[in-house]
Protein backbone atom coordinates (compact mmCIF):
# COMPACT_ATOMS: atom_id res chain seq x y z
CA UNK A 1 0.00 0.00 0.00
CA UNK A 2 1.07 3.44 -0.35
CA UNK A 3 0.09 6.36 0.93
CA UNK A 4 0.25 10.20 0.58
CA UNK A 5 0.12 12.41 3.62
CA UNK A 6 -0.19 16.34 3.45
CA UNK A 7 0.94 19.17 5.36
CA UNK A 8 1.22 22.79 5.38
CA UNK A 9 -2.26 24.32 5.06
CA UNK A 10 -3.87 27.01 6.76
CA UNK A 11 -5.58 30.18 7.13
CA UNK A 12 -3.45 33.00 5.71
CA UNK A 13 -4.32 36.23 4.76
CA UNK A 14 -4.13 37.53 0.64
CA UNK A 15 -0.60 38.43 -0.55
CA UNK A 16 0.64 36.41 2.29
CA UNK A 17 2.71 32.79 1.31
CA UNK A 18 2.36 28.98 2.44
CA UNK A 19 4.28 25.82 1.79
CA UNK A 20 2.18 22.93 1.30
CA UNK A 21 4.20 19.07 1.91
CA UNK A 22 3.62 15.98 0.33
CA UNK A 23 5.23 12.73 1.34
CA UNK A 24 4.65 9.08 -0.32
CA UNK A 25 5.44 6.03 1.79
CA UNK A 26 4.94 2.47 1.75
CA UNK A 27 6.31 0.19 -0.89
CA UNK A 28 7.62 2.63 -3.69
CA UNK A 29 9.75 1.64 -6.24
CA UNK A 30 10.23 4.99 -7.62
CA UNK A 31 7.36 8.32 -8.86
CA UNK A 32 6.80 8.88 -12.55
CA UNK A 33 4.19 12.13 -12.02
CA UNK A 34 3.54 14.46 -8.67
CA UNK A 35 1.45 17.10 -8.71
CA UNK A 36 -0.82 19.27 -6.81
CA UNK A 37 -4.75 19.62 -7.52
CA UNK A 38 -7.38 21.77 -5.44
CA UNK A 39 -11.05 21.94 -4.84
CA UNK A 40 -12.82 25.10 -4.15
CA UNK A 41 -15.46 25.47 -2.14
CA UNK A 42 -18.58 24.51 -4.04
CA UNK A 43 -16.49 23.60 -7.26
CA UNK A 44 -15.03 20.44 -9.25
CA UNK A 45 -11.50 19.43 -8.78
CA UNK A 46 -8.81 21.42 -10.92
CA UNK A 47 -5.31 20.98 -11.88
CA UNK A 48 -3.07 23.41 -9.75
CA UNK A 49 0.63 21.57 -11.05
CA UNK A 50 2.18 18.68 -12.19
CA UNK A 51 6.19 17.50 -12.10
CA UNK A 52 7.63 14.89 -14.04
CA UNK A 53 10.59 12.36 -12.44
CA UNK A 54 12.64 14.29 -14.46
CA UNK A 55 11.61 18.05 -12.91
CA UNK A 56 9.53 19.08 -15.55
CA UNK A 57 6.75 21.13 -14.42
CA UNK A 58 2.99 22.28 -15.30
CA UNK A 59 1.08 25.23 -14.15
CA UNK A 60 -2.96 26.28 -14.66
CA UNK A 61 -2.80 29.95 -15.65
CA UNK A 62 -4.17 31.12 -12.94
CA UNK A 63 -0.91 30.32 -10.54
CA UNK A 64 1.55 30.73 -12.89
CA UNK A 65 4.70 33.30 -11.49
CA UNK A 66 2.85 32.72 -7.79
CA UNK A 67 2.88 28.90 -6.98
CA UNK A 68 6.05 27.04 -7.80
CA UNK A 69 6.45 23.13 -7.48
CA UNK A 70 9.18 20.85 -6.80
CA UNK A 71 9.93 17.65 -5.87
CA UNK A 72 13.00 15.90 -3.55
CA UNK A 73 12.86 12.38 -5.24
CA UNK A 74 15.08 10.88 -2.15
CA UNK A 75 12.32 11.68 0.19
CA UNK A 76 8.96 10.80 -2.08
CA UNK A 77 8.00 14.29 -1.33
CA UNK A 78 6.66 17.17 -3.12
CA UNK A 79 5.99 20.43 -2.36
CA UNK A 80 4.62 23.20 -3.31
CA UNK A 81 5.36 27.15 -2.22
CA UNK A 82 2.76 29.23 -2.75
CA UNK A 83 3.08 33.15 -2.67
CA UNK A 84 1.16 35.81 -3.48
CA UNK A 85 -2.06 34.33 -2.41
CA UNK A 86 -5.74 35.02 -3.45
CA UNK A 87 -9.01 34.51 -1.89
CA UNK A 88 -9.52 32.56 -4.57
CA UNK A 89 -6.73 30.24 -4.20
CA UNK A 90 -8.68 29.05 -0.88
CA UNK A 91 -9.31 25.71 -1.47
CA UNK A 92 -8.75 21.86 -0.09
CA UNK A 93 -5.60 20.93 -1.95
CA UNK A 94 -4.95 17.15 -2.56
CA UNK A 95 -1.20 15.62 -3.33
CA UNK A 96 -1.20 13.07 -6.35
CA UNK A 97 1.36 10.75 -7.15
CA UNK A 98 1.87 7.61 -9.83
CA UNK A 99 4.14 5.58 -7.86
CA UNK A 100 5.98 1.80 -8.83
CA UNK A 101 4.54 -0.27 -6.69
CA UNK A 102 3.69 -3.75 -6.03
CA UNK A 103 0.15 -5.09 -7.22
CA UNK A 104 0.30 -8.36 -5.79
CA UNK A 105 2.15 -11.43 -5.81
CA UNK A 106 4.93 -10.89 -8.63
CA UNK A 107 3.14 -7.91 -10.08
CA UNK A 108 4.43 -4.29 -9.99
CA UNK A 109 3.12 -1.43 -12.12
CA UNK A 110 2.28 2.41 -11.67
CA UNK A 111 -1.11 3.49 -8.87
CA UNK A 112 -2.59 6.81 -9.34
CA UNK A 113 -2.75 7.68 -5.63
CA UNK A 114 -3.97 10.91 -3.92
CA UNK A 115 -3.99 12.35 -0.22
CA UNK A 116 -6.53 13.65 2.04
CA UNK A 117 -6.74 16.83 1.54
CA UNK A 118 -5.52 19.94 3.08
CA UNK A 119 -7.48 23.13 3.11
CA UNK A 120 -6.17 26.46 2.86
CA UNK A 121 -8.02 29.42 3.60
CA UNK A 122 -6.87 33.11 2.40
CA UNK A 123 -8.74 36.01 3.54
CA UNK A 124 -9.45 39.46 2.10
Known amino acids: QVQLVESGGGLVQAGGSLRLSCAAS????????MGWYRQPPGKQRELVAT???????NYADSVKGRFTISRDNAKNTVYLQMNSLKPEDTAVYYC??????????????????WGQGTLVTVSS
Open 26 to 33: GSIFSIKD
Open 51 to 57: ITSGGST
Open 96 to 113: NAEPLTNLGGSYYGYLEV
